[in-house]
């Protein structure tokens, strides 16, 4: 059964389609269960006004790790269909950056899924974010030891 499993991953440089779109392409009739996760762009960050945010990242590198994850995923759950969108480039308030989908047969195993698969990908995929607030901006890297990279390419440090 498990090579009826399908994979979405994608990394979009505009708007993300919908939970409604991402949970279908995740729905089984053997699951009883979709979790998902949305994380959307706030408008305050530690008492900072936020005006947006900008993702920048490595494509071939972070759908690599994205899949690396997505098998390390399956390999500690018994998960069905599963779906990590991840927006690149300028994300207004309101808007989501990304989006998690898994299924399973049963809740819990998916929402332990998507728990594992947003937390491991903040760790190590090669996403960067910059906030932009009203008095200035700032890159935070998303990745351990992505900080050092990004860093040397941009020729100023994160803070």
């Known amino acids: 059964m498990a ?11 505009g708007s993300l389609p919908t939970l409604d779109e991402a949970c279908h392409l995740v729905a089984s009739d053997s699951a009883g269960a979709i979790s998902t996760f949305s994380g959307t762009t706030r408008d305050n960050f ?8 900008e993702y920048e990242g490595y494509g071939p590198m972070a759908e690599k790790i994205l899949q690396e994850l997505v098998e390390e995923t399956r390999s500690k759950w018994e998960i069905q269909h599963v779906l990590v969108y991840h927006r690149l480039n300028e994300v ?7 989006i998690i989908a898994v299924s399973s047969a049963h809740r819990r195993e998916a929402m332990q899924a998507v728990e594992y698969l947003i937390d491991e990908l903040k760790i190590r995929c090669p996403i960067w974010k910059k906030e932009f607030y009203v008095d200035g901006s700032i890159w935070k890297g998303s990745c351990e030891g992505c900080t050092a990279n990004k860093e040397h390419r941009h020729g100023h440090a994160n803070a």
């Open 3 to 13: 090579s009826n499993n399908r994979t979405y991953i994608q990394l979009f440089d």
């Open 46 to 53: 530690n008492g900072k006004q936020v005006l947006k945010l």
């Open 92 to 98: 207004p308030i309101g808007e989501a950056s990304v």
